[in-house]
């Protein structure tokens, strides 16, 4: 098989494809040895890499176990280290072990002959009695007996200085409501009544008028009477009102 001296991996002689994007002249390998690239490979430097190229091996997922080992069963624990099953630690016994056969057994049958109820008695009776200490105290002769504790008369002023406080802050919004206001004038009372008087005589005259009318097949009557009718009774009202003495109102209204 012919096999040729030259390197079948040199560039051509006299390329201009490998020129592009660096410092070298615009032909290269022009005495056709050059064995090396003068520039970097420029896969993907114009519209990516093809898709799909970065995607992983579907048979190089992760394993199970790949990174931790299984945990032994208590089998393989007892054949392979079985002192990991020894506790650190003995819990101390809480009753006296049973004795054996080899110790020395108890004394049986054991019985005696006193009367614990005669005894108990003449030791009740025979008993002095106990004595009184002699630093009692007395609380009938204390200082504070029958006062009033520091901590309740704390307490009792507390609450009185707040009750003061909302006492004062009605008081306050009792002046500044009343900042505005001022007595109607006897004078000024009666104008008022005599002109409401008169206004609610008109009123009146005119729904008078149209009392006779008992078939309202139009809005403009429906209107007039309903108008007629509310205007009358806020006059009435307005004019009970007026009749009140020490009447008082609000002058920035």
Same mark, same amino acid.
């Given at each position: 098989?012919?096999?040729?001296?030259?390197?079948?991996?040199?560039?051509?002689?006299?390329?201009t494809?490998?020129?592009?994007?660096g410092? +070298?002249?615009? &032909?290269? @390998?022009?005495?056709?040895?050059?064995? /090396?690239? %003068?520039?970097?490979?420029?896969? $993907?430097?114009?519209?990516?890499?093809?898709?799909?190229?970065?995607?992983?091996?579907?048979?190089?997922?992760?394993?199970?176990?790949?990174?931790?080992?299984?945990?032994?069963?208590?089998?393989?624990?007892?054949?392979?280290?079985?002192?990991?099953?020894?506790?650190?630690?003995?819990?101390?016994?809480?009753?006296?072990?049973?004795?054996?056969?080899?110790?020395?057994?108890?004394?049986?049958?054991?019985v005696?002959?006193? +009367?614990?109820? &005669?005894? @108990?008695?003449?030791?009740?009776?025979? /008993?002095? %009695?106990?004595?009184?200490?002699? $630093?009692?105290?007395?609380?009938?002769?204390?200082?504070?007996?029958?006062?009033?504790?520091?901590?309740?008369?704390?307490?009792?002023?507390?609450?009185?200085?707040?009750?003061?406080?909302?006492?004062?802050?009605?008081?306050?919004?009792?002046?500044?409501?009343?900042?505005?206001?001022?007595?109607?004038?006897?004078?000024?009372?009666?104008?008022?009544?005599?002109?409401?008087?008169?206004?609610?005589?008109?009123?009146?005259?005119?729904?008078?008028?149209?009392?006779?009318?008992?078939?309202?097949?139009?809005?403009?009557?429906?209107?007039?009477?309903?108008?007629?009718?509310?205007?009358?009774?806020?006059?009435?009202?307005?004019?009970?009102?007026?009749?009140?003495?020490?009447?008082?109102?609000?002058?920035?209204?």
């Amino acid at each position: 098989m012919y096999r040729s001296k030259f390197n079948p991996k040199a560039h051509p002689t006299g390329t201009t494809f490998i020129t592009a994007g660096g410092t +070298n002249p615009l &032909v290269n @390998n022009i005495s056709g040895d050059g064995a /090396a690239m %003068p520039a970097g490979k420029k896969e $993907g430097r114009t519209m990516g890499k093809p898709p799909g190229c970065s995607q992983n091996f579907p048979t190089s997922y992760m394993k199970k176990n790949a990174r931790t080992t299984s945990v032994e069963s208590l089998h393989q624990v007892k054949k392979s280290n079985p002192s990991l099953l020894q506790p650190t630690q003995l819990k101390p016994k809480m009753k006296a072990d049973v004795p054996k056969l080899a110790d020395q057994p108890p004394v049986m049958n054991l019985v005696t002959s006193k +009367n614990f109820v &005669v005894a @108990n008695a003449v030791e009740t009776i025979l /008993a002095a %009695p106990k004595k009184v200490t002699q $630093g009692a105290k007395e609380y009938l002769h204390k200082e504070d007996y029958g006062k009033v504790p520091k901590y309740l008369t704390h307490i009792k002023n507390d609450i009185q200085a707040e009750y003061d406080y909302i006492q004062q802050m009605h008081e306050q919004e009792i002046m500044e409501a009343s900042a505005g206001q001022a007595p109607l004038t006897e004078g000024d009372r009666l104008a008022l009544l005599n002109g409401l008087k008169a206004k609610w005589e008109s009123v009146n005259t005119e729904y008078q008028a149209a009392t006779h009318v008992t078939l309202l097949d139009t809005q403009g009557k429906m209107y007039r009477k309903e108008k007629n009718e509310a205007s009358l009774s806020q006059l009435e009202k307005d004019i009970e009102r007026l009749n009140k003495k020490n009447i008082v109102i609000d002058q920035f209204s």
